[in-house]
Nanobody
Framework: QVSLVESGGGLVQAGGSLRLSCAASGRTYRPYAMGWFRQAPGKEREFVGAINARGITINYSDSVKGRFTISKDNAKNTVYLQMDSLKPEDTAVYYC???????????????????WGLGTQVTVSS
């Protein structure tokens, strides 16, 4: 069992920045990949980015590439999502998730992830 807690969401103006954190606890002695997903009202969940257990492989969706950066602090079992140049279309609930089955892959499919956080709201005003 792995528990995830996201934090750092909020309201920001377009062009601004936010940094989300996802702290993992529980069976974190196993290697795991971590992904970020988001879901806007009335839309399907969307892949944002992911980082593998070694922190070497990182994938981003085309919609955030060049604006968002994923990093991790293994000592703190925490992964960060730095979001810069935010746009109103980035408004969504952001979720982090852990993939225990394929820790060396930064997967893009939500179905590959085993545990999910409750999400944190990000609202970007125009």
């Amino acid at each position: 069992q792995v528990s995830l807690v996201e934090s750092g969401g909020g309201l920001v103006q377009a062009g601004g920045s936010l940094r989300l954190s996802c702290a993992a606890s529980g069976r974190t002695y196993r290697p795991y990949a971590m992904g970020w997903f988001r879901q806007a009202p009335g839309k399907e969940r969307e892949f944002v980015g992911a980082i593998n257990a070694r922190g070497i492989t990182i994938n981003y969706s085309d919609s955030v590439k060049g604006r968002f950066t994923i990093s991790k602090d293994n000592a703190k079992n925490t992964v960060y999502l730095q979001m810069d140049s935010l746009k109103p279309e980035d408004t969504a609930v952001y979720y982090c998730a852990v993939d225990l089955g394929r820790p060396w892959v930064a997967g893009v499919a939500g179905n590959d992830y085993d545990y999910w956080g409750l999400g944190t709201q990000v609202t970007v005003s125009s």
